[in-house]
């Protein structure tokens, strides 16, 4: 079986700080650059699970750069290089405490709550008569704080004004930004035929100016449908053929696991591992349209670690 790398604890020069996330260890070197590992934790409901997912930070880490190579012309991002497949370095910018999450489908949590009855979410009013995997007639922003721990929240843009998480003209200019760069990966999925369902977008600021951060239009930050069959899945109310992180989330849900109180993560068997590992390369074959690479795992930890050395030397 390979290797998956599930923690990382490095030295490098002008290091400041580090931050373990639930799936990245952010390296803050000197005041301007960070180096963000994407590790092959995987999390859900707010909990990182006990094995790591060989192979998913790469994934990962591959796919959200091509997108940010991709998108750069809609709004600056903070990418700067990825000395390693597994890592990204980028400027050092002020994130907004805000996830701008955008949908184009009725489907996930929405879903559930729009099954509860619930018909407004984030201040944003639904139509009745919806069913789900259902496309809205325009997508629906519905941001959520963003949490150091625990569970992020819901909020509506009138909270998020009142809390001083963004200024009036903020706000709006990272529903703009936001609005274009669902259309971008929409039109990047469709190509590929694949459908962008959903996604989240994490902006910050540096020197007065919004960048775009973190992730774009990976599996664990968006949802993709298969276009070919979505209609007639539709049709009949069966299940979408899909690439993300949902499937996952289903697993735990039918062994009794949502992240509540009292409940225990089912036992991930190696035949497990391996099947969630094949989906996530999976999807990067697709939305990517390249065949998946896999770099040698042998010497992870100081191949890792070499490269970044060798990359913050010569900077």
Known sequence: MSKALTQTDFTFPGQKAVYHGKVRDVYSINEDLLVMIATDRISAFDVVLPKGIPFKGQVLNQI????????????????????????????????????????????????REYKAGNRTICGVTLPEGMKENEKFPTPIITPTTKADEGHDENITKEEILAQGLATKEEYEQLE????????????????????????????????????????????????????????????????????????????LIEN????????????????YVNSVSERYIELYEHIVGEKFVKADSSELMNRIETNIKNFLVKK
């Open 256 to 271: 009794g696991f949502m992240g509540k109180e009292g409940q225990k993560v089912p036992e991930m068997s190696e035949d």
């Open 176 to 251: 703009k930004y936001t609005y274009a760069l669902f259309k971008r990966g929409s039109e990047m999925a469709n190509d590929k035929g694949l459908i962008l369902v959903d996604t989240k977008y994490e902006f910050g600021k540096r020197d007065g100016k919004i960048y775009l951060i973190d992730e774009i239009h990976t599996p664990d930050s968006s949802r993709y449908f298969y276009a070919e069959g979505y209609q007639e899945k539709f049709d009949k109310g069966e299940p979408q053929k899909q690439l993300s992180k949902e499937f996952v989330r289903q697993w």
């Open 64 to 111: 959200a750069a091509k997108f940010l190579d991709a998108t750069s012309d809609i709004v600056p991002n903070w990418k700067i290089a990825t000395p390693d497949p597994m890592v990204t370095v980028g400027l050092r910018c002020e994130g907004f405490r805000l996830e701008m999450i955008i949908r184009g489908y009725l489907t996930g949590s929405a879903w």
